[in-house]
């Protein structure tokens, strides 16, 4: 009994958190600028480090910011990201924000 | 009465930091700064309230139900979802203060002085509001010492000290002697 009493209480629990959570999430969304979220998919995403940022993400902001070349990202320049971020930066610049 | 005494003690007497050596790692880690340094302060004071106030009601509920040996699983899901909230809030209304505080926001979710006050606030079998003012006390208290400490460090930045002191080294000293400044509080309270 002891053990189905803990499980409904902590099932219960997590439940109620997880709702709580993922409505506050929703509620406190930061605008991102979509072109970041582009970028991010395009890169090889394993973090590696070698474009001098601490992760991929952090790279694809600097990239929007124009704090970074876009050549830096060893491990993605078979797949040609490169060109294909080129593409992006050059395909969404009227909307900069 | 009861309450005055707990609030004040846990600001000065029974100071989280200084007295118990609870919440060591935000202590040194975010005390660099000023600011970065309130910011945690009110950061942990606000989860410290909210989750003594939430967990209240739940050791009543695990109490009644027979189930005390879930009290500290049960009370980390509650802290670790009100840092989580605490973490959105501070990305939506001040990027500036979230970036500074880097990893240690998430950290509040094991910083044992908030588990700690919760498990004590069960253990003293404190009343409800009684368990509010002991919790924004400690955290109170927990932000005096990172307000203290980090002026300290900020004017030790500025001194010609030895090359192998400076840093973290020089900062441990220092929090030790300042402990040893709150050790005159001891005894004075009662409870």
Known sequence: MEVLYSTLLLAILGFGFGTFLAYSAQKFKVEEDPRVKMIVNVLPGINCGACGFAGCEAYAKAIVKGQAEINRCLPGRPQGVEEKIKKILEEYKNDAS | ?191
């Open chain 2, 1 to 191: 009465m009861k309450i005055f005494l707990l609030f004040f003690s846990a600001i000065f007497v029974n100071n989280f930091v200084l007295a118990r050596f609870l919440g060591i790692c935000p202590f040194l880690g975010v005390s660099k700064r000023l600011e970065t340094a309130t910011g945690m302060g009110i950061a942990v004071t606000f989860v410290m309230t909210v989750s003594a106030a939430i967990s209240w009601f739940l050791d009543k509920l695990l109490i009644s139900t027979g189930l005390e040996f879930l009290r500290t699983i049960v009370f980390i899901l509650v802290i670790a979802s009100f840092v989580q909230f605490v973490e959105l809030f501070l990305k939506k209304t001040s990027p500036d203060l979230y970036e500074a505080l880097g990893i240690f926001l998430p950290l509040i979710t094991t910083n044992c002085a908030i588990l700690g006050m919760v498990l004590l606030n069960s253990l003293m079998k404190l009343s409800f509001v009684e368990a509010i003012f002991h919790a924004l006390g400690s955290g109170l208290g927990f932000a005096l010492a990172l307000v203290i400490f980090a002026g300290i460090r900020e004017k030790l930045d500025l001194y010609d000290l030895p090359e192998s002191f400076k840093g973290t080294a020089i900062a441990l000293i220092t929090a030790g002697l300042l402990s040893l400044a709150f050790m005159g509080f001891q005894g004075m309270v009662k409870l």
